[in-house]
């Protein structure tokens, strides 16, 4: 069985939900969102992207997310 995680277009899903371009390409790179590419367009799982707040909050400093 072959179960899909749905994604969107990174830019677009992080700016829908209040995510400025700089600060998703940061935590991408902080491995706090799960992105992958297909071509040169990046793309993120929605469950990556509907879970930061959660993730972020267990954090001791969420600031250091974007370090």
Known sequence: MHISRPFAS???AC???GISRSVAFQLAKNGLLETFT???RRYVFIDS???LGERLSERKNPREALA
């Open 38 to 40: 297909i071509g040169r």
């Open 15 to 17: 700016r829908a939900r």
């Open 49 to 51: 992207l509907d879970s």
């Open 10 to 12: 990174f830019v677009d």
